[in-house]
């Protein structure tokens, strides 16, 4: 294990982004969601380590959101990472806000779900009420994170019973609170004070990463020196 500042990993992770080549997605946008994830424990780079290979496979065209009536923004992302995408949809959800005490956001055939939690870190900042719910094929099988309107992080319940269908992510922003009716059984939780705890920890002592997660990060991160090294050396025997 080693550890990391906060500018050390967001800057490496913008890095590995950028050695992809993508027109959809800001690289220091994406960097900061896997940051924000790992720091409050929750695997942002274990995750973002894992879907490089499948980020550089995917179609690089914008999505559509559509206000499917008067209150519910859907998106289909056609089986692609949310990562990419979800900064965008998120600000065009919000002008749908405007005027309205609450709004859904349907984003239909995604992949890497968890890298909403930092946008929504940001949204819940803003005095609003947030749940963001999807179920997987595997445990665990349904994930709902719930953040009232005051509080920097959410309580994240696991249920074994998946309660929407599979790659779809499901997001309730409203200015009043969520209350204990509005959920579902569930068998364990992730406290807001375990969260917070977590991200106290990793300004304090560093962001503790896997070895081979860092490794892998600057894999990916020095394509970009080869390319740029590379496009030097044929600059330089043009002249």
């Known amino acids: 294990m080693m550890y990391l500042s906060h500018n050390e990993l967001v800057t490496l992770c913008s890095k590995a982004y950028e050695s992809l080549h ?131 992080f959410p309580d994240i319940y696991f249920s074994e019973l998946p309660q929407l269908p599979k790659k779809c992510l499901h997001i309730d922003v409203q200015q009043s609170a969520f209350t204990a009716e509005d959920f579902g059984p569930f068998t364990t939780c992730i406290t807001a004070k375990s969260l917070s705890e977590a991200d106290r920890r990793a300004w304090r002592d560093g962001i503790e990463i896997d070895e081979s997660h860092w490794q892998a990060l600057k894999h990916y991160a020095s394509r970009n020196l080869v390319e740029s090294s590379e496009q030097s050396k044929m600059g330089a025997g043009g002249q």
């Open 22 to 152: 993508r027109q959809c997605g800001e690289s220091d946008v994406i960097a900061n969601m896997v940051a924000d994830l790992e720091m409050s424990g929750l695997k942002g780079v274990s995750h973002f380590v894992s879907s490089m290979d499948f980020l550089a496979a995917e179609p690089d065209v914008p999505v559509g959101a559509f206000l499917t009536n008067d209150a519910t923004i859907s998106a289909d992302l056609k089986g692609a990472s949310l990562l990419n995408h979800f900064p965008a949809l998120i600000d065009v959800s919000m002008d749908q806000m405007i005027g309205r005490s609450a709004i859904r956001i349907e984003i239909l055939n995604s992949h890497n779900r968890w890298f909403a939690y930092g946008e929504l870190l940001k949204l819940a900042g803003k005095g609003l009420s947030v749940r963001a719910q999807w179920s997987n094929s595997q445990a665990p099988f349904h994930v709902d994170c719930v953040w009232n309107a005051g509080r920097r």
